[in-house]
């Protein structure tokens, strides 16, 4: 049977229950279990698609197509696995779906509730994915104990428990803060959340504080007292160095043995040696190499959180240590020379949507170009490439967009044919894997050893094929395409230290035990012009 864990979160939203299920289903791996993640998201969005990243931060997208929570990346990211949309179940989703339902007849007769129906669509939906042959299915039920929203999911897991045999263990995550003024560490918080979590029916097996350092042993005893949950299940969670330490401390106080025995499996010895292996090249490297990113929304850094992870990955093999610079594109707008200023070893141009800051962008990619710094654009910072070089090289001087200029007369980027007519903005885009044939022979060649590969996507507007044939007589590389259609899917300048642009999101399949080819090489380039070697890739001299 399929054992069902349940993540709850106490106190306050961003206490670290991702970051928590990611690392308890790692843990569950290492022991030899097949380990999949649902993330239950209590919003009436139908998914992540049309939220400013300002208010939920990444947008991640699924191999299928599906415009998630950015928690489905790091369940991805730690298990090395590619999950579905249906790993993210929204409201939104769970209401859509009972309303159509009421509509088409399939409850006639009945007064349609919250219990049993809305709690029955959510069961319904975590028993579907838990029927592919999953050992255990962890469920992080979003938002905090307490709210309204998330009601009838802590209902719905509350039944699962009687229904599966006692086949479901619930494990509560909760700060425990220390007070400034007399340093101590207070529990009261998670005393309360613990409490509203018992009002929905629901008692913790297990208990994660969250905590700035490591708590003392009368904490714990406290806790224990007041929650009803013995000492030996209540762990911690404190700040480290890396996020990928996190499933290695949790397990170190004897979190997975408990599992195990609460679930009653059977498992293996823990392998943990590639894991230990890389978080300790991570926090031990020494050599430094700089990286700057370039978007509009660098004032939440979890907007583009599966970009600096992934950076961190292709360090980590590297044994480097990056240091990442944020350049806000739209205060380079207003001061160009802040690009002098940033002294950096190389650059990633962010993808994004709209005018705002886009200017900005182009002047970084100009400067990149021009001084020959190493430089990835990703799905915007590809199409921004384009216009820079339609501008600065083929002499364009008006080129653009349409996204931005409708009425540009060079629109070297336009959007492509089958968005024309759509108008609901809802899991409209290009989205998820397309397959891709590279050019024989190009820098992107070398990068990935294949002449066929499959990358995700988001993004409405493309380069514009009326100007393919001016592009590459200027100099600019068409290193890979679709498969299906005739759409450029990555650029390269063969005369530059190291110039990639993609159409595709790379930084979606980057894993700490299997990091992105792209930021490899993109990391390498940067330590050799940082070294002042010739490019590994184009023999051009830095400088």
């Not at 298990?79 to 179940?89: A, F, G, Q």
């Not at 224990?224 to 700040?239: E, G, K, M, R, Y």
Request: charged share 25%.
């Amino acid at each position: 049977m399929t054992a069902f864990i349940f993540i709850t979160g106490g106190v306050m939203s961003s206490v670290g229950k991702g970051i928590a299920t990611a690392s308890i289903a790692k843990i569950l791996q290492a022991r030899g279990l097949s380990v999949t993640a649902i993330k239950v998201d209590p919003y009436l969005n139908v998914d992540a698609g049309t939220m400013n990243p300002y208010q939920h931060g990444e947008v991640y997208v699924t191999a299928d197509g599906g415009e998630t929570d950015l928690d489905l990346g790091h369940y991805e990211r730690f298990l090395d696995v590619e999950l579905s949309k249906s790993h993210n179940i929204t409201s939104g989703q769970v209401y859509l779906s009972v309303i159509d339902g009421e509509r088409r007849g399939v409850y006639l007769g009945q007064t349609v509730q919250l219990i049993p129906h809305v709690t029955n669509e959510v069961k319904a939906r975590i028993r579907n994915i838990a029927k592919e042959g999953w050992d255990a299915v962890v469920i992080e039920i979003g938002g905090t104990v307490g709210d309204y929203e998330s009601l009838p999911f802590l209902e719905a897991a509350r039944q699962m428990r009687l229904e599966e045999n006692g086949n479901v263990v619930f494990i509560h995550v909760a700060p425990v803060p220390i007070l400034d003024v007399t340093d101590e560490f207070k529990t009261k918080p998670l005393q309360h959340s613990v409490m509203e979590l018992r009002r929905v029916g629901i008692q913790p097996d297990i208990i994660i504080i969250r905590s700035t350092k490591p708590i003392t042993s009368d904490v714990k005893a406290k806790v224990s007292l007041f929650t009803n949950v013995p000492q030996d299940l209540i762990f911690n969670s404190f700040n480290v160095d890396t996020i990928y330490r996190v499933p290695l401390i949790l397990d170190e106080q004897g979190l997975g043995n408990m599992l195990a025995k609460l679930l009653k499996v059977k498992v293996s010895e823990p392998k943990w040696d590639e894991w230990v292996n890389l978080v300790n090249a991570m926090i031990n490297a020494t050599e430094e190499v700089s990286v700057t990113l370039c978007g509009k929304y660098v004032k939440l850094r979890d907007a583009y959180i599966s970009i600096v992870e992934a950076i961190k990955h292709a360090a980590a093999w590297l044994r480097v240590r990056p240091r990442i610079i944020w350049c806000d594109s739209e205060e380079v707008e207003r001061d160009p020379d802040l690009l002098a200023k940033m002294n950096t070893d190389s650059y990633i141009i962010l993808p994004g949507f709209g005018a705002r800051g886009v200017e900005g962008k182009i002047m970084a990619i100009k400067y990149a170009r021009e001084n020959n710094i190493p430089i990835l654009g990703i799905c915007y910072g590809m199409q921004l490439s384009v216009v820079e070089y339609a501008r600065d090289v083929l002499g364009l001087k008006d080129a653009h967009t349409t996204e931005v200029n409708p009425n540009t007369p060079h629109p070297v980027i336009d959007i492509t044919p089958e968005e024309k007519n759509v108008n609901k903005l809802g899991g409209t885009m290009i989205l998820g894997d397309r397959e891709i044939s590279i050019a024989e022979g190009s820098i992107l060649h070398e990068v990935y050893g294949s002449l066929r590969i499959r990358e995700r996507h988001r993004h409405r507007y493309e380069v514009n094929p009326a100007y393919f044939k001016q592009l590459q007589e200027a100099g600019l590389v068409f290193s890979a395409m679709r498969v299906d259609v005739p759409r450029v899917e990555a650029i390269e300048l063969h005369n530059h230290y190291f110039f990639i642009a993609t159409q595709f999101h790379p930084e979606f399949r980057s894993r700490l035990t299997r990091p992105h080819p792209l930021f490899i090489t993109l990391l390498k380039a940067a330590l050799s012009w940082r070294r002042g070697e010739p490019s590994p890739y184009t023999g051009v001299t830095p400088h």
